[in-house]
């Protein structure tokens, strides 16, 4: 078989491959001198030899001071705070709210009211239509697809790809995940995935191969990364419709017996679909994708440990025990998405009270990561949060949370990777709810070293822990949380939205007491419970699954 080849280069996502080169005149500012013209003052040799080695001293200094000081040039990398910004630790921003908070006093009546599941409200998943199954009677060909993104951006990109295979007759191959460039994840899609389960549980409606026959082992993403290809589909557009990729790929699997589309994130429609494509996206989200064994046995694991109260913790092992004196929220946990990393922090150009100190950081980063180019960036920072375009720091979604009614003794679990300025940034959130726990909390090091430093592994646990919970709120919108959000309505789960523009007037209110923000805060959140929202023109169907998945009763 002849490979279809033309050869201009390129590298998978499209963008030509770029460099800069350090000038001469940069090597000698780093080398601490410059070059000297005939006319310079020279000095005496012994002088000269000495000064070249001082400077070449200092070079190598320079050269080796982020191995043996990294944290000093975290600015520069993703994901972690600098340690320019953690001199002045953040302090409470709402000092007079935190206090009254600390001081509540919840009715039971309102516990009881804030803890009960959500009843029936009409809508239960739809039974899939006889017209979404049988698999075509020949196959037009292999789809693959190379998804960029975290856990879930990559989990709607499967979803995607399965439904773009039943459009066109196609057999899928198991979708390439490509390695995350903030976490730096390589996990594929048989590490974070059931493949079995998978391939079953779509198979009277989609045939789905691990991996390619011997006639099509070329196709791979090196063979993609060097040159274009004839089989390679890099113009998909974003929320391209079914009609596209009958225009516009089906010819070249008909052609080549093969079709690689990369980029292929959110690059289907959620609308003008038939309605069995539609309720396929969401068979494949809500019933095929499970995780792998030992990542539902660790989730099983700690919603078990956080149902139970009272453990007694070792370097080797947890023991469980039951505490006598609990809470009317015995048995029940919550769940706190909190994305407050230095990506969102950063991008969101809000001020987090960290002082000049975390301003000028998080501007550099800006200034490094997308070159300054961001649209918050031209608001200042109360025009940010009156429109509700600031995340909530661990301090304001811990006073949400208060407001709404969860005591001192509620059972918190934090779902999240790193948190923007550490313990710090989190100790007020502590001190409302002692009895937070995350991952590392509830387990020995033993039990999470199968998905320690692997970030997708950590999100998957996270997310297997969201959907196990009572109650789930995120302090942020975000993949996970659209996710989430989706999956717990689908199941009719108790989910609390913050009104993020409520709370970013209150919050700029200063003078406001306890008592006023807390009935403020009750208000604005009565209909935000899990109170089923229909999926309007253009929005996630993975976030709002009814009414295309979901029927009424």
């Not at 093969?258 to 289907?268: C, G, V, Y």
């Not at 792998?292 to 149902?307: E, I, S, T, Y």
């Not at 717990?488 to 406001?512: D, H, V, W």
């Amino acid at each position: 078989m002849t490979y279809p080849i033309s050869p201009s280069p390129f590298t998978l996502s499209g963008a030509r491959v770029s460099g800069r080169r350090l000038g001469a005149s940069s090597s000698e500012w780093i080398l601490g001198r410059k070059r000297r013209g005939r006319g310079a003052m020279m000095k005496p040799f012994g002088y000269q030899n000495h000064s070249q080695r001082g400077g070449a001293y200092a070079a190598l200094l320079v050269l080796f001071l982020p191995f043996f000081w990294p944290a000093l040039f975290s600015p520069l990398g993703r994901a972690s705070p600098s340690v320019f910004s953690e001199w002045n630790a953040p302090k409470p921003r709402h000092v007079s709210l935190l206090k009254g908070a600390l001081q509540r006093e919840i009715p039971e009546d309102q516990k009881t009211e804030l803890w009960a599941p959500l009843s029936s409200q009409g809508w239960k998943p739809c039974k899939p239509s006889a017209s979404i199954n049988g698999l075509p009677e020949k196959s037009s060909g292999y789809i693959q697809v190379f998804l960029d993104g975290g856990l879930n951006q990559q989990r709607m990109g499967i979803c995607d790809a399965v439904a773009v295979a039943k459009i066109l007759n196609a057999t899928l191959v198991i979708p390439h995940l490509e390695v995350n460039p903030v976490w730096q994840d390589s996990s594929s899609f048989e590490e974070i995935y059931d493949v079995d389960h998978f391939i079953n549980a779509m198979k009277d409606e989609i045939s789905i191969v691990r991996e390619l026959p011997p006639e099509f082992s070329w196709s791979t993403r090196e063979y993609y990364a060097v040159a274009i290809r004839a089989t390679r589909i890099k113009t998909a557009p974003v929320h391209a419709s079914a009609k596209w990729y009958l225009d516009n790929v089906l010819p070249v699997l008909q052609s080549y017996g093969i079709a690689a589309i990369a980029p292929f994130s959110h690059r289907l429609s959620f609308d003008n679909l038939p309605g069995e494509i539609q309720m396929l996206r969401c068979k494949v989200n809500f019933q095929a994708l499970t995780f792998v064994a030992h990542v539902n046995n660790l989730g099983d694991a700690l919603v078990k440990r956080l149902r139970n109260p009272g453990r007694v913790h070792s370097d080797e092992y947890i023991h469980e025990v039951v505490d006598e004196n609990v809470s009317q929220g015995f048995g029940k946990y919550v769940t706190l998405h909190l994305r407050f990393d230095k990506d969102m922090a950063a991008h969101s150009a809000c001020d987090f009270g960290g002082g000049k100190a975390e301003r000028l950081a998080l501007a550099k980063y800006r200034q490094v990561i997308w070159q300054g180019r961001v649209m918050n960036s031209q608001f200042t920072d109360e025009e940010l949060r009156s429109q509700g375009r600031c995340p909530l720091t661990p301090e304001e979604i811990g006073l949400l949370l208060a407001a709404l009614g969860f005591d001192s003794k509620t059972r918190l679990y934090l779902a999240s990777h790193k948190v923007y300025g550490g313990e710090a940034r989190i100790s007020s959130l502590r001190k409302l709810f002692p009895l937070m726990e995350d991952k590392k909390s509830l387990t020995s090091p033993q039990e999470l070293a199968l998905v320690e430093g692997k970030a997708s592994l950590l999100a998957a646990v996270d997310y297997y822990v969201s959907m196990h919970s009572n109650i789930f709120i995120s302090a942020s919108p975000g993949n996970m949380h659209n996710s989430l959000v989706g999956h717990r309505t689908y199941e009719n789960l108790k989910t609390i939205r913050p009104n993020m523009a409520l709370l970013g007037q209150l919050f700029l209110n200063k003078s406001m007491e306890w008592s006023e923000f807390q009935q403020e805060v009750y208000g604005g959140h009565v209909n935000r419970h899990g109170q089923i929202r229909l999926r309007k023109p253009k929005q996630s169907i993975y976030t709002y699954p009814a009414p295309d998945c979901m029927c009424q009763v």
